[in-house]
């Protein structure tokens, strides 16, 4: 079983960073995708950036430029940082690591509220 946990959400000001990170367990990482999605109060849950085994990356169009997904296969890492956060950034980030298998697993997920 993987276990999958977030750190880093919080509060913040529009125009400030956060930087948000999921550690997972287990072996294989460097084969998993990893991505980060949210979820917003009566929204769907949505993709906001990802990272493939070979570290290719897309993004979200709301979030290009702003936001940089980055893993650490040493560490069974990955990271999001966010700059430039506008208050509709605000929401639940959940990690999502998916193995070469196709098992998925999802953290508990991390509060982002962006307002001043």
């Known amino acids: 079983q993987v276990q999958v946990v977030e750190s880093g959400g919080g509060l913040v000001q529009p125009g400030g960073s956060l930087r948000l990170s999921c550690a997972a367990s287990?072996?294989?990482?460097?084969?998993?995708?990893l991505g980060w999605y949210r979820q917003a109060p009566g929204k769907e849950r949505e993709l906001v950036a990802a990272i493939s085994s070979g570290a290719r990356t897309n993004y979200a169009d709301s979030v290009k430029g702003r936001f940089t997904i980055s893993r650490d296969n040493s560490k069974n890492t990955v990271a999001l940082q966010m700059n430039s956060l506008k208050p509709e950034d605000t929401a639940v980030y959940f990690c999502k690591v998916t193995r070469f298998t196709g098992s998925v697993y999802w953290g508990q997920g991390t509060q982002v509220t962006v307002s001043s």
């Open positions: 287990g072996s294989g990482f460097s084969l998993a995708t």
